[in-house]
Structures are given as structure tokens and as C-alpha cells.
């Protein structure tokens, strides 16, 4: 479903100068409104915070933004905790960019994609210290690595194809590739999956720079064995459609090659701009529909106030990024121009695809896309994006479920909260799209959780904790190629040199993304671990809810142990995966969105 193009202010009302901070009595407990002590001060300092709190379009797009006196008292407060912090890393990664850029020229530039490693090594010692993941360095050209980084570094966008969907392009040559299988029977035997990009294919719908790139299409397939391999990709460059290539395992390495990269190209240009939406803007406007309707003292607002630490310093970091077009967001490498990148991450929100609430529930959603409990096909025989985070979604929904039942005996109570069921009907006027019916305990243990695991899952998986590592990572993953795309095959690596980023561009994409790292909050209580670590907020709650919080970072460092302890196996492999994914080590992970 599309939604208007431009979202318009709504609900702006006069901001009231002389309100206070609070007026409410925060107390040392947590009350619902039926029980509240005093419910006339409890109503007073919601409705301050309403004429406090307003929405505001913002200039980059996606949801609203707070504005208001009691809000932009709170985004200044932020804003001196972290601008200074951006800034001080900022600087940090400047230097560390240069001392990059002389490393790699002193020995003596890049002539095979080999020595893209010199890009890492010895290098970035504090914005990333351990270089890409294990693998992704050594083992770029096994297909399964190209394969299985759509299982766990980039899962959002593949989708296994439908017995009767409309196939996306043909494979001649599938039958040599599978052992036999043709891809009409891959599609029978619902062994087969598909990305598309084609909405990338760059030129005139998005605007593009000076360097190249394409909309690709990509098939995969589950093997005779269970494997999980790529099979194609058809790079899509606009106004060459017709003579679009199809590249297969069995070309060329170099072509080959080049193609899986711009299959990258896509999925990383994909997470950078799509995760603005699908884990900030959503998680934002839902909480800011939560502060205008919840009193300070509901319980819910004291977890969704852990949960979205400092949330307002995103966009306008971002917005001060594009506009000045600093290193750390310039789009000097991307096929795409920032006005193209912003258009891309207000389409994917306003239509929905980030931006729905309850239709991306992860459990719901991974199976509407055939890749978890589908009744067609067999099934994934490692699926290591899904089993972390499951694990660490699955523990956060059972803290989020005692924490509530703690407060609420049955659903009908839920019901009757009268704060509750205001933040439903504000979500709607914020528009929050596909914001859930809150009508029982289960439901707003789910949206808790969803809220969770937009900072927790979403956010350190497509930008603070992944992206740089893997699906960025060179020299598998450069941000845009020096050469137009070729129209024949026939490449030698000595070719593919050609398009491959300079010294300067491959030290702008490692800067530009480690502006999102954190390796110096490694096992701090910055971490997942930490997430309800909080002891203030858990003074506040009751002995059942401390209880579940502390089985959680029980559980939470017994997973770290075991994320740590991965090795590869007498294969070469880990988890049937040739590098070493661990972007959800829950004692290196943020547990909120950071950038
Ligand atoms: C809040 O900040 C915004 C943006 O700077 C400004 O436009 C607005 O007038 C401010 N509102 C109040 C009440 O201070
Ligand atoms: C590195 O090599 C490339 C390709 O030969 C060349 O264009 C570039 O100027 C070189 N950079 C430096 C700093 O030597
Ligand atoms: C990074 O640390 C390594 C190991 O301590 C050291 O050899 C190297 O010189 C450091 N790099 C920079 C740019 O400071
Ligand atoms: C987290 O750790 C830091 C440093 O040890 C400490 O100053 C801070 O109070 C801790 N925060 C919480 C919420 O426990
Ligand atoms: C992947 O890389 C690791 C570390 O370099 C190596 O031990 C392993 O054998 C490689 N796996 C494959 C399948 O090549």
C-alpha cells in the first residue's frame, strides 16, 4: 500500500512557553492509571506533555520529528551528550583515515583485489580494530560466502519463489549449474529463491554520480545436499534492459565476480539508507506517540524510555551529513547521489516496507517470504541471521511478557487502561503504520519486543555491528565501480581492477562506515546483555520483573560465550558459512540504535 507522498503536519498546536520540565510526581514505582494515587497530577502531566511534545515533518523525510518546548529541551539535552561524542569519533576516524591511506600507498598501492586487505591491516585500531568478520577477507570468492551473506548479513531482502510467481528472468544453463535441476524445477521443488533490485538500476530514477552501478536480479537455490547457492544475477542498467547479461557460476571468475559485487553494491546501498527507516524512524514515532499519551510513571514508558536511548540525535546527524556533505556520509562512492539515497529511504517508508509495524514482525514476516516454517520447499539447512536472532528476540519477548503480566492480571485489564489504549489511537494520528490493537497482554508484550528488536536486532545487523564487516567489506563490496557496467563478458581480473575503488575511495568507505562501530563498548553495559541492566528503572518495577532481567543477561552471556567460541570446521565452514558471522555477540552488540 502507498501512502501519501509527503506527510503533512498534523496536530501542531501552540506550543505552551511556560510549561514545565514535569509536573508530575515520578514516585519510586511504576502505576497504572487505574491505580494511580493521583490521578488528577497523573492527567495534568500527560496533557503538558501533549502541548510539549508535537510533531514536525522532517527535512530528510521518514517519520516526524519531535518538536516543542518540552522537546527541544530534551533533543538540546541529548544533543550535548552526543554531538561532542560524534565529533571526538569523527576526528578520531579523520586520523585514522589518513595513516590508512599512506599505509596502502606505502605499500604500494592496490594492484590485485589481494591487496585490498592492506586496506585493514594494522590499520583503524580504534574504530575497527579486528577488520572485517573472519573470512570475509581470505574467503570472497567461494560462492557459498556470497550465498550465505544473504542468510545472515543482508536477510531482508530474498524470498523464496512462489510455485506459480512470475519468474524473474530465465536460466538457460541452470540444469549444468544444479546437477540437473532446471529452474522451472528449482520453482516446482520451491528450491528456489530471488532478490530484486531492478528499482536500483540506476540513471534517471535515482539519480546517479560519477560512478557506476546496476539494479540486479539474483537467484539462489537449496542444492540436491540442502547447500544454499547463488545460481544468477542480471545486473539491470536502465536503458540497456533489453541487452541486460545474465552471469552464472560457470562464467569466467572475473565476470562472475563482478556481478556478485554489484549484487552487494545493492544490498549494502540497500541496509545503509533502508535502515534509517525500518529501525529508527518507526521505533521514534511510535515513542513519541508513547510520551504524549503515557504518563512518566506508566510502566511501559519506563521500558520504551530505556529502549529508545537517546533517539533524536539520528536524523540530524545524518541530515548534517548530507548536507555538508562530510566524509562520513558523502556519497562520493555510491552509484547514487544523497538526494537519490534519501528519495530511496522515503519510498521504502512511506510504502510501507520498513516502516510497518506489526506486518514486520520478524517471526511473521521471515515466513511470509518462505524463508522460516514454509509448507513449500525444503527447508534452510542454516539459517545463522534467524537463529541469533531468534535467540536473543525470543529471550527479550519472555522478559517483556513477565514484566507485563507482573502489571496486568488478564487482557481485560489491558484493555481498560485508559493510557494504553490512548497510545493506540495516537499511533494512528503520528502515523505509525500498521501500529497493533493493544487488547491483551500478549499484544503489548509484542509490540515491546518488536520495539526491542529494532535496536537490538535491525539496527546492529544493517548498520553498527554488521555492515562494515561484511556486507561492506572489501574487497568483495565496493560502494560503486569506476567503470561503466560492461555490455560482454570476458573480463580478466587485471579488467575488473579497472572498476575497483582507488586507495582514497576504499579508505572513504571504510570511514564512511565505521562512524557507526563501537568496538570500544565490547563486554561494557552498553551491550544487549545490558538491556534491562538499567537500576533505576528496575527499582521502579517488582521481584518478578528483576528476576527475568537477570536470567536474561545469564542467557545473554552464556550466547556471547558460544558466539565466541564459532571456529570453522574441518570444511573450512561455520554454520556451512566460510566466514565467521557474529554481528549479534551479545556482550559486543549495542542494545540500542546508536547511528
Ligand atoms: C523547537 O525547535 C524547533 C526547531 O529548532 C523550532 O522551530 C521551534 O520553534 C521550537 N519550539 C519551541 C516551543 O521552542
Ligand atoms: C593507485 O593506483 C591507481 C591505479 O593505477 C592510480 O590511478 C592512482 O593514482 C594510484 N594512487 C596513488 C596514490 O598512487
Ligand atoms: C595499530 O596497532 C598495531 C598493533 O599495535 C600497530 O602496529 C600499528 O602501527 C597501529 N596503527 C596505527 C595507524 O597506529
Ligand atoms: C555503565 O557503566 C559505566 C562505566 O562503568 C557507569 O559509569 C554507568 O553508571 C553504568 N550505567 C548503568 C546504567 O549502570
Ligand atoms: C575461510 O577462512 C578461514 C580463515 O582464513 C580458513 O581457515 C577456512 O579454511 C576458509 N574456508 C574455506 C571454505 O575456504
Not at 167 to 192: E, K, Y
Not at 420 to 433: H, I, M, N, T
Amino acid at each position: 500500500m502507498m501512502k501519501s507522498a509527503r506527510l503533512c503536519i498534523l496536530l501542531l498546536t501552540a506550543a505552551v512557553s511556560a510549561s514545565p520540565l514535569s509536573t508530575e510526581d515520578t514516585g519510586d514505582r511504576f502505576t497504572l492509571p487505574s491505580a494511580a494515587p493521583n490521578y488528577i497530577a497523573r492527567a495534568a502531566a500527560i496533557q503538558a506533555k501533549r502541548k510539549g511534545w508535537l510533531y514536525e515533518e522532517y527535512p530528510l523525510g521518514g517519520a516526524f520529528y519531535p518538536t516543542g518546548a518540552l522537546a527541544n529541551k530534551t533533543i538540546a539535552k541529548q544533543q550535548a551528550k552526543w554531538f561532542p561524542t560524534v565529533v571526538e569519533h569523527a576526528k578520531l576516524i579523520d586520523a585514522e583515515s589518513k595513516a590508512a591511506l599512506a599505509g596502502i600507498i606505502a605499500a604500494g598501492n592496490f594492484s590485485t583485489l589481494g591487496d585490498y586487505a592492506k586496506t585493514y591491516e594494522n590499520q583503524w585500531n580504534m574504530s575497527l580494530p579486528n577488520g572485517p568478520m573472519m573470512g570475509m577477507i581470505t574467503n570472497y570468492t567461494d560462492d557459498r560466502l556470497f550465498s550465505m551473506m544473504r542468510l545472515s548479513a543482508t536477510p531482508y531482502k530474498l524470498y523464496r519463489v512462489a510455485r506459480h510467481e512470475r519468474l524473474l528472468f530465465p536460466v538457460d544453463n541452470a540444469a549444468s549449474i544444479t546437477g540437473g535441476l532446471s529452474l522451472r524445477d528449482l520453482q516446482i521443488q520451491g528450491r528456489l529463491f530471488a532478490e530484486d533490485y531492478s528499482r536500483l538500476k540506476s540513471k534517471r530514477d535515482l539519480e546517479s554520480t560519477d560512478k557506476y552501478g546496476a539494479g540486479c536480479q539474483a537467484y539462489f537455490y537449496i542444492d540436491k545436499s540442502g547447500d544454499f547457492l547463488p545460481l544468477a544475477v542480471k545486473p539491470i542498467v536502465k536503458g540497456r534492459e533489453e541487452s541486460a547479461l545474465i552471469y552464472t557460476p560457470k562464467d569466467k571468475p572475473a565476470d562472475w565476480l563482478l556481478a556478485k559485487m554489484l549484487v552487494n553494491q545493492n544490498d549494502g546501498f540497500h541496509s545503509t539508507w533502508d535502515h534509517v527507516g525500518k529501525s529508527h524512524s518507526v521505533a521514534e514515532i511510535s515513542y513519541l506517540a508513547a510520551i504524549r499519551t503515557l504518563s512518566n510513571n506508566h510502566p511501559v514508558m519506563g521500558i520504551l524510555s530505556r529502549l529508545e536511548k537517546q533517539p533524536w540525535g539520528v536524523r540530524p546527524n545524518l541530515q548534517t551529513g548530507l548536507t555538508s556533505g562530510a566524509s562520513f556520509i558523502g556519497p562520493q562512492y555510491y552509484p547514487w547521489t544523497a538526494d537519490a539515497a534519501v528519495g530511496y529511504l522515503n519510498e521504502l517508508y512511506l510504502s510501507g516496507e520498513s516502516a510497518d509495524f506489526e506486518r514486520n514482525y520478524y517471526r511473521s514476516e521471515f515466513k511470509k517470504r518462505g524463508l522460516v516454517d514454509s509448507s513449500f520447499g525444503p527447508k534452510l539447512k542454516s539459517f545463522p541471521f534467524y537463529e541469533d536472532a531468534s535467540l536473543i528476540t525470543e529471550a527479550i519477548r519472555e522478559v517483556m511478557e513477565v514484566f507485563i503480566n507482573s502489571y496486568y492480571p488478564n487482557d481485560r485489564a489491558v484493555r481498560k487502561d485508559v493510557e494504553l489504549q490512548a497510545w493506540y489511537r495516537e499511533a494512528k494520528a503520528a502515523r505509525v503504520y500498521d501500529f497493533p490493537r493493544i487488547n491483551s497482554r500478549q499484544s503489548i508484550a509484542n509490540i515491546l519486543t518488536h520495539h526491542a528488536y529494532f535496536n537490538t536486532i535491525v539496527s546492529n545487523v544493517m548498520s553498527t555491528n554488521g555492515i562494515h564487516m561484511n556486507s561492506m567489506a572489501l574487497p568483495f563490496s565496493p560502494a560503486g565501480f569506476l567503470q561503466p557496467i560492461p555490455s560482454e563478458k570476458g573480463l580478466t581480473e587485471e579488467d575488473l581492477m579497472k572498476y575497483m575503488p582507488t586507495p582514497e575511495g576504499a579508505v572513504w568507505q571504510v570511514s564512511t562506515y565505521v562512524v557507526g562501530h563501537r568496538p570500544m563498548w565490547r563486554d561494557t553495559n552498553e551491550t544487549i546483555s545490558h538491556l534491562f541492566d538499567d537500576k533505576i528503572f528496575l527499582a521502579k518495577t517488582n521481584a518478578k520483573t528483576r528476576a527475568a532481567a537477570a536470567k536474561f543477561m545469564t542467557s545473554m552471556n552464556d550466547f556471547s560465550a558460544e558466539v565466541r567460541a564459532r571456529a570453522f570446521d574441518q570444511n573450512g565452514l561455520n554454520r556451512g558459512m566460510p566466514f565467521l558471522w557474529d554481528a549479534l555477540d551479545p556482550n559486543y552488540a549495542p542494545y540500542w540504535a546508536v547511528i
